[in-house]
């Protein structure tokens, strides 16, 4: 089919985490493989990684448990594996890209604070405009500060009541990814804290950044644009398989409503190899100058808040994947 062209300006952008902001995919299989060591169980196959990536940590555990027949129970995985991950994570480093992209869409701000300075009118009908973000991770909230805490300035751009959790209450038992809940919530709690005046983004107004392909099926199952940047090693598992990892057409979430997927190479999804040089102007998005950082009205609007209050309450260990 003909890829849609007719896209309107992108007006948010929501961010997986692990293995597309933080280099932690690798960190995963290091630490699985010390206890698949232990066991003599040899190492995690990408052919069952790609099947753990993205997913919560409940479902991703009875995967891996299935796969991998350890003689140890599940508590006592977790423990292990947790205790290896409190060695690891805190060492945890951006991936390429990662933190200029951040930054300038973070610069976009400017457009809105700088309009309401002269018109006291933040209308998202004029144009350049803010591009609002927001973090959708499977990572529960113990997991996410032991990879985060040394971050503090990098997610500070992810205002707290944007951020959404794998343990976030207001998503049900078992509808994490590739299910499309996460990435509907995480627009949500961006559209109730829109300036006064701003008109409610829509989901094809939304640009999904993923790594997995449950991730990428889940921004595509919430009417929402995709870009995906999977570990090399993910793509070369899929090799000849990208136009139907775009479409959500490969099959992993089982049965799933046909019309919530879409057309191979219907223009809603795009592969990239790295976040390094964003291409902003194909979807839209326009960057201030760096300068404006010293502009008054950016300084005078106060900072973002660093998250304290997350949205997310339980602490639960994650296990095998994010």
């Not at 998202?124 to 500060?145: G, M, W, Y």
């Not at 595509?220 to 775009?246: D, N, Q, S, T």
Request: aromatic share 8%.
């Amino acid at each position: 089919m003909a890829p849609r062209t007719d896209f309107p300006p992108v007006r948010a952008c929501l961010f997986d985490m692990d293995g597309l902001l933080l280099d932690t995919e690798d960190i995963y299989t290091l630490c699985i493989n010390l206890i698949l060591e232990k066991y003599q169980r040899g190492t995690l196959p990408w052919s069952i990684k790609a099947k753990l990536q993205g997913r919560p940590g409940p479902a991703a555990n009875k995967l891996f448990q299935d796969w991998a027949k350890l003689p140890i129970d599940h508590e006592e995985y977790v423990k292990q594996l947790y205790t290896l991950q409190g060695q690891h994570f805190p060492g945890t480093q951006p991936l390429p890209g990662v933190e200029r992209l951040l930054s300038d869409l973070g610069r976009t701000r400017f457009w809105e604070v700088s309009k309401t300075k002269e018109s006291g009118n933040s209308s998202a009908t004029q144009t350049p405009q803010r591009v609002h973000i927001a973090l959708a991770t499977s990572s529960h909230e113990s997991n996410f500060r032991l990879k985060t805490a040394h971050l503090t300035e990098l997610f500070s751009v992810f205002e707290g009541h944007r951020r959404v959790l794998g343990d976030d209450k207001r998503i049900p038992a078992g509808r994490g990814k590739p299910l499309p809940d996460i990435y509907l919530l995480a627009l949500k709690t961006i559209n109730d804290s829109l300036p006064a005046g701003e008109k409610p983004i829509t989901p094809e107004e939304c640009l999904v950044f993923e790594d997995s392909v449950p991730g990428v099926e889940a921004g595509r199952r919430a009417g929402m644009r995709v870009i995906w940047c999977p570990h090399p090693m993910l793509k070369k598992e899929y090799a000849g398989r990208e136009a139907e990892v775009l479409a959500a057409r490969t099959g992993e979430a089982g049965d799933v409503d046909v019309h919530q997927l879409g057309e191979i190479d219907d223009g809603w999804a795009e592969y990239l190899p790295t976040l390094v040089d964003f291409p902003y102007e194909k979807y839209g998005v326009v960057v201030p100058p760096v300068e404006v950082e010293e502009d008054p009205v950016m300084k005078s609007t106060g900072t973002i808040d660093d998250g304290e209050e997350l949205q997310s309450v339980e602490t639960t260990t994650t296990a095998a994947a994010p």
